[in-house]
């Protein structure tokens, strides 16, 4: 007789953590001391998929970026990373050229995007200028914004109406309002919600993760509706360990979540193939594009979880990504801008560039 161990070693792909599964044959005759040393092997591989997930936290560290010496070879890493992926702003003329008169659709992430990024998720307010600049984007190009916000939260900040609003990573999709009011929000149209079966589980994860971390200062759990967030960017970096115990505590009970990590954050998602990429799919094909060759669509987003609208964009050759980021990343985006007063600037000049064009 021989008994089956699964052991779990990890490895880490474009700063996400996974893991492989490795089975082991043990005789169940085996001594004590090879027994004892499984038992450590187990506990090992434990704490090795903890390091992982700590790794990770630290590679999406802005902070822990900025802290590196600065070399020769970091220099030219950071050149060789530009060229790959240059300025949106300095390469505006390739990009307008490159439309070819076809109909520009603009898709826009928010935190990091068209907002800072701030210690509270619940003051990330962009600005009166950004809100302006939006708007006239919007008169000028199909726009959406796509974040793994719940919709309710960034409209609160948006407050634009005209707008396609994508919250959830793309799992709670609406339209614009027909109507309009100084006063108070117009109920806008429901277009998709491919998770609404998980609304309960959701519910129930968070209420287990505020119970479970509330021994951790400076963790902020968010509840989106169809997913959920663990802020992690107020957390002293000695209790990350400990943060990623309690996390995966909870979501080992339900096998029907998933768990990734951004900017500071751990994401709780359905298990299923939906996320950003296809969001920016339904939203084509909902605006009439669908296997259009008449369509040009730009998505500009700060995080990971935007390189599976990137990788879509690239994969199908139409339109391109813009990653916000002041620090080289793996990313299937085709340019970069720096934060979003540069965003700002790109969609201003987009605009202007618009109003330019002769009406046909």
């Known amino acids: 007789m021989v008994s089956f161990v699964v052991e779990k070693p990890h490895r880490i792909s474009n700063g ?20 004892t040393l499984l038992k450590n092997l187990e ?52 990009i307008t050229e490159a439309s070819g008169g076809k109909q520009i659709v603009m898709f826009l992430d928010y935190d990091g995007t068209l907002s800072p ?29 796509v974040t793994g916000r719940c919709i309710d939260k960034v409209y609160s900040f948006v407050k634009l109406a005209e707008l396609y609003y994508a919250g959830s990573h793309g799992m709670d999709i609406k339209g614009p ?3 309009f009011s100084r006063h108070k929000r117009v109920k806008q149209s429901l277009l998709y919600q491919p998770a609404s079966d998980y609304l309960p589980i959701i519910d129930e994860v968070c209420k287990q993760l505020l119970e479970k971390t509330k021994s951790t200062p400076g963790v902020i759990v968010e509840n989106h509706k169809f997913t959920a967030s663990v802020h992690f960017r107020c957390v002293e970096e000695k ?102 007063s540069e965003v700002m600037n790109f969609l201003r000049r987009l605009v202007e560039w618009k109003q330019m064009q002769p009406r046909i």
């Not at 619940?122 to 000028?140: E, G, I, N, P, W």
Request: aromatic letters at 8%; proline letters at 5%; hydrophobic letters at 35%.
């Open 16 to 35: 996400v953590v996974s893991e492989t599964t490795r089975l082991s044959i043990i005789p169940n005759n085996s001594s004590s001391a090879q027994k």
């Open 43 to 94: 506990i090992i591989n434990g704490g090795q998929r903890v390091n992982a997930w700590v790794d990770s936290m630290r590679a999406s560290s802005p902070t822990h970026l900025k802290s590196l010496p600065f070399s020769a070879s970091s220099e030219k890493h950071l050149s060789s990373w530009i060229m790959k992926h240059p300025s949106a702003l300095e390469m505006f003329k390739k």
């Open 117 to 145: 990024i701030v210690d509270d998720p619940d003051k990330a307010f962009m600005s009166s200028k950004m809100r302006r600049t939006v708007k006239k984007l919007a008169k000028c190009f199909p726009t959406a914004i």
């Open 177 to 179: 309002a027909t109507g």
């Open 239 to 340: 209790k990350w360990s400990e943060l990623v115990l309690q996390v995966r505590s909870v979501l080992d009970k339900y096998p029907t979540l998933k768990l990734s990590q951004g900017r500071k954050v751990f994401e709780i998602r359905p298990m299923i193939e939906w996320d950003k990429g296809r969001a920016l799919e339904f939203l084509l094909e909902t605006l009439g594009f669908a296997n259009s060759n008449n369509v040009f669509p730009v998505y500009i987003g700060d995080d990971r979880t935007d390189e599976d609208a990137f990788k879509m964009l690239r994969d199908k050759g139409e339109g391109f990504g813009i990653l916000v980021s002041k620090f080289p990343k793996d990313t299937d985006a085709s340019y970069s801008l720096q934060d979003p």
